[in-house]
């Protein structure tokens, strides 16, 4: 048997972490952050990095007095915080340190930093911390800035923040994720489509409604990529008229959408079987059940001596006239059932498809399709997740890249969705073990082991405990 996607089976290292942040504009006229180092370990935090005051800031508070800025650095999560400090900045010829904006600090935070800003130069301030991790601490923490305006009328105006400027990248634990396998090529598969006419016509009709689609994805399936091992074609017609003559219309109908695919298309003759099934009830039925008058319900429910009968009836509604103009143009049609194998991948027939018919792609092609390029395709994963909800394999590849994102809660919430596998649960244990979440982490690691990835993950789980 031959197996599709090779190359999406084996393991890979999914190295995780994120250089800190590029410099960050605090607030406008006051300066910039500019983060060197946030990094977490499991058991502590280190954070460094350097506040620029602009000499602009004092066009805010000031050339003198008792004006000032306040910023206050925090580790914050959820509803969760940790100051780190809060800097003072005074005017460069003046000084708004006051009793009152002391005791306001203070209650924030023991660790208070007073500077007077330049006049002409930017005053640089640097700032290194090596915190122990809280509980909550985790590296989808951010250290955030706060900036507030003192005013001499002892009383803080905020202007910005809390900002985020940093998540805490993990860079000291490099977890191996596992990747899963994208199915089989070789199960059968159906696709079907439908070629419409107008009333009393048996013809081709190749700009009707949505014909000019149903033919190039017919077009799509005649090619080496697809081995077609069977074509139903089966015609119908609106009710109108008699049970007898539309009987024999659903046959040519039949008939002129084989004549139509046979010509244009190399399918062997062998595969095609073709079919008049006569009048088309489907279109109404759903009509009805729709409607909110009871005695067209009750039409439904009744039994006529024969669908001649049952149409007579049913044109004394004044309903009918909407069924014969919206209903019946889509109860005039021909159906064609593919079965088919996908014989090799191919990326734009599968696209194709997928543009068209995604319903009709398998978990396999929607796992193909995403991964065939170096960055994995969200949307392909998103749509491929609406008719795969529990797939296993899409399931992985989204929370792989809620990962990649920072996004740790999210992609624990695909994988408990992907099912039981080693490899799932390997990967929910980096989620975990990302989260700060050791006895999880540990659990879902010991729980895939024998999984290679899992033996090294819990090599790098001890870096953190």
């Avoid at 007077?116 to 640089?124: E, K, S, Y």
């Avoid at 069977?230 to 003559?245: F, H, L, M, Q, R």
């Avoid at 067209?296 to 309903?319: I, P, T, V």
Wanted: glycine letters at 6%; aromatic letters at 10%.
């Amino acid at each position: 048997m031959k197996t599709l996607f090779k190359g999406f089976l084996i393991a890979s290292l999914m190295f995780i972490g994120v250089a800190a942040s590029a410099q960050t504009k605090i607030y406008s006229n006051v300066g910039t952050i500019d983060v060197t180092k946030a990094e977490y370990n499991g058991d502590q935090v280190d954070i460094a990095y350097t506040v620029t005051i602009d000499p602009e800031v004092q066009n805010i508070i000031g050339l003198k007095g008792k004006k000032g800025i306040v910023i206050t650095t925090a580790l914050a999560e959820g509803d969760y915080k940790q100051v780190l400090e809060t800097l003072v900045i005074s005017p460069a010829k003046g000084n708004c340190r006051t009793a009152w904006l002391e005791s306001r600090c203070e209650d924030v935070t023991n660790n208070v930093r007073y500077f007077n800003a330049h006049a002409t130069d930017p005053l640089v301030i640097k700032s290194n911390y090596t915190l122990k991790a809280k509980d909550w601490v985790s590296p989808s923490t951010h250290l955030t800035i706060t900036t507030q305006e003192y005013k001499k009328e002892e009383c803080l105006v905020r202007l910005n923040g809390p900002k985020n400027v940093a998540k805490l990248n993990a860079s000291n634990i490099t977890p191996a994720w596992a990747n899963l396998g994208a199915g089989d090529g070789d199960a059968e598969k159906h696709l079907s489509t439908k070629l419409y006419y107008p009333v009393n016509v048996t013809s081709e009709v190749d700009d009707y409604l949505e014909n000019a689609q149903a033919l190039s994805i017919l077009r799509t399936l005649d090619s080496p990529n697809f081995d077609v091992t069977s074509i139903k074609i089966n015609g119908w017609a609106s009710p109108e008229a008699t049970v007898a003559y539309n009987q024999k219309l659903s046959e040519k109908r039949a008939a002129t959408m084989k004549d139509i695919v046979s010509g244009r298309y190399n399918f062997p003759e062998s595969v095609y079987t073709v079919n008049g099934n006569g009048e088309y009830w489907d279109g109404v039925e759903a009509y009805v059940a729709a409607s909110d008058n009871q005695k067209l319900k009750d039409w439904a429910a009744k039994s006529y001596s024969n669908l001649d009968a049952r149409e007579a009836a049913l044109k004394q509604f004044s309903e009918y006239k909407d069924i014969f103009n919206t209903v019946y143009p889509r109860s005039r049609f021909a159906d064609c059932d593919v079965t088919y194998k996908l014989v090799n991948f191919d990326a734009a027939a599968v696209r194709s498809i997928y543009n068209t018919y995604p319903e009709q792609l398998s978990e396999a092609e929607y796992v193909a399709l995403a991964t065939l390029n170096d960055e994995l395709d969200k949307a392909v994963v998103e749509k491929g997740l609406s008719y795969y909800p529990d797939s296993e394999s899409l399931n992985n590849l989204a929370a792989k890249a809620a990962v990649a994102e920072g996004n740790y809660r999210q992609a624990v919430s695909y994988l408990q969705k992907a099912g039981n596998s080693r490899e799932v649960l390997n990967n929910l244990g980096v989620c975990y073990m990302l989260l700060g979440e050791k006895e999880s982490a540990n659990q879902s690691f010991m729980r895939a082991f024998g999984l290679p990835e899992a033996t090294q993950n819990l090599k790098e789980l001890k870096k953190v405990q």
